[in-house]
């Protein structure tokens, strides 16, 4: 049986999703929780990577065991063994060709920022940035919607065979003392919304950034700054037709 997940997790303590040979990462927390529920040892499959430090909304992952249980055990079985910072929130039974990474359509991340006075209930959940003007910000991301070359928004060490991608929507809203960019595409190159969130607070502190120059650039050296791993999330991960993935729910 294969099986579709959806975890939220603290990206703090842990090395990223994917297992390392040494670290503690979210992917070898699930398999371990897996493994104490069945017996089995499966692989788990993520959408996608998410570094040190980063979080998740709705991670999407899939596994096969040869037991088959209700959606409802795996999500209070599988929660019940794995620690607090990481939670399963839905589970479905798919069709065997159902892939949680390579069936990705869209993703959507979240960069979360505070402009308030730096607090210890937001500490490691958004990045402190003071005081910036949302609306500019907004402005400027727009301007990255489309088809581009993003390679001046790519940290070295990622193996992407193309920095070429679709954004589908980018913006910037703010919340009270929260400002939130999202940002949603057909693939992500390596620390890329990171790089372009540290240009963005830029544009919000007033200094001149041109978002379209940057991107024309296709020169790293043109964007060098990195916003904080904590201030990322993985929001939302879409699949085509996926109501045509469920099998049995």
Same mark, same amino acid.
């Given at each position: 049986?294969?099986?579709?997940?959806?975890?939220?997790?603290?990206?703090?303590?842990?090395?990223?999703?994917?297992?390392?040979?040494?670290?503690?990462?979210?992917?070898?927390?699930?398999?371990?929780?897996?493994?104490? @529920?069945?017996?089995?040892?499966? /692989?788990?499959?993520?959408? +996608? $990577?998410? %570094? #040190?430090?980063?979080?998740?909304? *709705?991670?999407?992952?899939?596994?096969?065991?040869?037991?088959?249980?209700?959606?409802?055990?795996?999500?209070?079985?599988?929660?019940?063994?794995?620690?607090?910072?990481?939670?399963?929130?839905?589970?479905?039974?798919?069709?065997?060709?159902?892939?949680?990474?390579?069936?990705?359509?869209?993703?959507?991340?979240?960069?979360?920022?505070?402009?308030?006075?730096? @607090?210890?209930?937001?500490?490691? /959940?958004?990045?402190?940035? +003071? $005081?910036? %003007? #949302?609306?500019?910000?907004?402005? *400027?991301?727009?301007?990255?919607?489309?088809?581009?070359?993003?390679?001046?928004?790519?940290?070295?060490?990622?193996?992407?065979?193309?920095?070429?991608?679709?954004?589908?929507?980018?913006?910037?809203?703010?919340?009270?003392?929260?400002?939130?960019?999202?940002?949603?595409?057909?693939?992500?190159?390596?620390?890329?919304?990171?790089?372009?969130?540290?240009?963005?607070?830029?544009?919000?502190?007033?200094?001149?950034?041109?978002?379209?120059?940057?991107? #024309?650039?296709?020169?790293?050296? *043109?964007?060098?700054?990195?916003?904080?791993?904590?201030?990322?999330?993985?929001?939302?991960?879409?699949?085509?037709?996926?109501?045509?993935?469920?099998?049995?729910?």
């Amino acid at each position: 049986m294969r099986y579709r997940i959806t975890l939220s997790y603290d990206g703090a303590d842990f090395c990223g999703w994917q297992s390392q040979p040494n670290g503690n990462s979210v992917q070898d927390a699930v398999e371990i929780a897996i493994e104490k @529920l069945s017996g089995e040892k499966p /692989r788990v499959t993520g959408s +996608g $990577r998410t %570094d #040190a430090g980063v979080h998740a909304v *709705a991670q999407v992952a899939h596994f096969d065991l040869e037991k088959e249980y209700p959606p409802k055990t795996i999500v209070g079985a599988l929660n019940a063994y794995l620690p607090k910072s990481v939670r399963v929130t839905a589970a479905q039974v798919v069709c065997g060709d159902f892939d949680a990474l390579r069936n990705v359509k869209k993703k959507t991340y979240m960069y979360l920022m505070y402009c308030g006075d730096a @607090l210890p209930l937001v500490a490691g /959940r958004a990045a402190v940035v +003071g $005081r910036v %003007d #949302a609306a500019a910000m907004n402005d *400027a991301a727009r301007s990255l919607i489309g088809t581009h070359d993003f390679a001046t928004f790519m940290a070295a060490g990622g193996g992407a065979k193309t920095s070429t991608r679709t954004v589908y929507d980018a913006y910037v809203e703010r919340d009270g003392d929260f400002v939130e960019f999202f940002i949603t595409a057909n693939g992500f190159l390596y620390n890329m919304v990171r790089i372009i969130s540290a240009q963005l607070i830029k544009v919000g502190r007033g200094e001149n950034v041109d978002i379209p120059a940057l991107i #024309a650039a296709r020169d790293r050296s *043109a964007a060098k700054d990195i916003a904080p791993a904590h201030g990322l999330y993985l929001y939302k991960v879409e699949y085509a037709n996926h109501r045509l993935d469920l099998c049995r729910v």
